[in-house]
């Protein structure tokens, strides 16, 4: 089994919808959790960090079962900027260890 | 502010030559790390380091060495460069955090063809 999974994507919504992308961690030690996103040929960027408590910005909402080991991201209200590679990514060695998702695809259709 | 710099952005070499991947911060982070990303497979890490003159091994750290002889410098090496590491390379950096809160800034990536 993987350390991080990813829903496999692609997605395809229309703009103005709601998406939600999934994630699974195995190690259950884990202590921090983010999302990145990707650009074709770019470099990953931080879209998030994920809190205990599930946190919101603007459109993008983060949230976290540590029972089931889970993290998920839901995008609100689609636009055509956010079609990108959605990265999930879990630390689980004190800072040292970040481990990526294979990432999931969303493209945000006009 | 310049963040992460890496070079080269591109790079042909033929198997079995060498060369040396520069990642530079200017962030004064404490932890530096070099990914190799391929296709479907997401990124893998190869080596970090948490401070200068440290480094260890990550996930797939056959075939490449790293030196951290100063903080704002970490560099990749390949010694004899074969057709499996055609790769696209990141290299990141963050703060140092004993709970691992801190995310990583990453350089915008060496795309590196071995024929």
């Known amino acids: 089994r993987k350390e991080v999974e990813q829903d496999p994507g692609p997605f395809n919504v229309p703009e103005g919808a709601t998406v939600a992308f999934n994630c699974t961690y195995s190690?259950?030690?884990?202590?921090?959790f983010f999302w990145y996103r990707q650009d074709c040929r770019k470099e990953p960027k931080l879209l998030m960090s994920?809190?205990?408590s599930g946190n919101e910005d603007g459109r993008f909402t983060a949230q976290l079962n540590r029972a089931s080991q889970y993290i998920s991201l839901l995008i609100r209200d689609s636009k055509l900027s956010d079609s990108a590679t959605y990265l999930c990514?879990?630390?689980?060695?004190?800072?040292?260890?970040?481990?990526f998702g294979p990432g999931t695809r969303l493209s945000v259709l006009p | 502010n310049a963040g992460v710099t890496q070079t080269p952005k591109f790079r042909v070499l033929k198997t079995g030559q060498s060369m040396t991947l520069l990642c530079a911060q200017d962030?004064?982070?404490?932890?530096m790390y070099w990914y190799r990303q391929d296709p479907g497979m997401g990124l893998r890490l190869i080596h970090y380091?948490?401070?200068?003159?440290?480094?260890a091994k990550g996930e797939v750290p056959d075939g490449y060495n790293v030196s951290r002889l100063k903080k704002q410098n970490f560099l990749l090496g390949l010694e004899s460069a074969a057709p499996s590491q055609t790769s696209v390379y990141f290299c990141?950096?963050?703060?140092?955090?004993?709970?691992?809160?801190?995310?990583?800034?990453f350089g915008d990536g060496t795309r590196l063809s071995i024929l």
């Open positions: 380091s948490v401070g200068e003159g440290t480094t």
């Open positions: 962030m004064n982070h404490e932890y």
């Open positions: 990514v879990v630390n689980d060695n004190y800072g040292q260890n970040f481990v």
């Open positions: 994920v809190y205990s």
């Open positions: 190690n259950s030690a884990s202590q921090s």
């Open positions: 990141a950096s963050s703060r140092s955090d004993r709970a691992g809160n801190q995310p990583q800034h």
